[in-house]
């Protein structure tokens, strides 16, 4: 089994042992990487959330094999771009020139989007304005885009077919929509990511199940995004947590007791990509390793053809 997380913020601080600032227990990445690979994770896509995140993934992705990036703004962020010195132009001159040194290692334009949840971040004029820069971004590299909507009405699909000319594809990433808006998201050519936040309520379920599987990617968004036992879609997991070819899920501690071989309670990590694996087969009546397959295939003709990844 071979799969792809196409959503890893990797350069959060948890995942070098600190939490709100503070060291709680040993850096420990190279054994969630480890983690991963025993899960079947061959490749991960390090979400580059800001100017300065995206250098820091690229960064990470240089350290480690299997590891690629995205560069990009995340909507809740875009205020930072007027800030920048020198301005919008400033700042996506730059964007776009690290991709330029950085073309085996960043695959795709993004986070960005728009998110009408958290407008205490950053307001609607704000994060419209600098969404629009990422199709120019995403025209002037010839990358795909790794999209984010959240609440937004009409206005996120508006600007996406304003502007659909000048991108190749992309994939709307934690995707948690209506049906309506998965039908129009499709009509517009866009793979769809799910994760643990897809898969909440049984509504979720439902339009998670309307996803076609040549248009599905798996993510986990971690160190957020969790399957948790509140969630609709807990009732659908193996309770021995076992996979159907014998992975099994590692035990987990709090971070006060950590130790190298346990995952830390409340820090999702890449390995439990095999949890929304199993959800969503289940969910499409097929087996896990052919939906493992489907979706590795759209990853890499979406985000890898042009790249050396080794997969």
């Known amino acids: 089994m071979k799969i792809i997380d196409i959503g890893a913020n990797l350069t959060d601080p948890v ?74 132009d400033a700042y996506f001159a730059k964007l776009r020139d690290l991709i330029q040194k950085n073309k085996d290692k960043i695959v795709a334009v993004g986070e960005c989007g728009l998110d009408y949840d958290r407008l205490h971040f950053s307001d609607k004029e704000t994060q419209n304005r600098h969404f629009v ?47 309506e808006e998965l039908r129009e998201l499709l009509a517009l050519d866009l793979y769809i990511g799910v994760n643990g936040c897809s898969l909440k309520t049984d509504e979720n379920l439902a339009v998670v199940k309307l996803i076609p599987v040549d248009r599905l990617m798996i993510e986990t968004d971690c160190p957020y995004c969790e399957i948790r036992p509140t969630h609709a879609s807990y009732k659908l997991l193996d309770p021995a947590g076992c996979g159907e070819d014998g992975w099994k899920a590692p035990d987990a501690k709090r971070k006060e007791r950590w130790c190298s ?34 979706m590795f295939e759209n990853t890499r003709k979406v985000f890898f053809a042009n790249v050396e990844h080794g997969f």
Not at 38 to 64: I, N, P, Y
Not at 264 to 292: F, M, W, Y
């Open 15 to 88: 995942f070098r042992g600190k939490y709100r600032g503070k060291q709680a227990h040993d850096d420990d990445i190279e054994h969630i990487l480890q983690r991963a690979r025993s899960a079947g994770v061959v490749g991960m896509m390090v979400t580059g959330g800001s100017l300065h995140e995206s250098k820091d993934a690229v960064s990470l992705c240089r350290q480690h094999q299997g590891l690629f990036s995205t560069a990009g703004c995340h909507p809740t962020r875009s205020g930072e771009v007027d800030r920048h010195p020198g301005g919008a």
């Open 261 to 294: 071989d346990c995952l830390v309670k409340g820090r999702n990590e890449p390995c439990t990509i095999r949890s929304v694996l199993q959800v969503v087969a289940r969910l499409h009546n097929i087996s896990e390793e052919d939906l493992a397959a489907s």
């Open 133 to 179: 820069r990422h199709f120019d971004l995403a025209e002037a590299t010839g990358l795909p885009l790794f999209l984010h909507d959240r609440n937004t009405g009409d206005d996120f699909v508006r600007i996406v077919r304003e502007n659909r000319r000048k991108f190749s594809t992309g994939v709307v990433h934690s995707f948690t929509g209506t049906a």
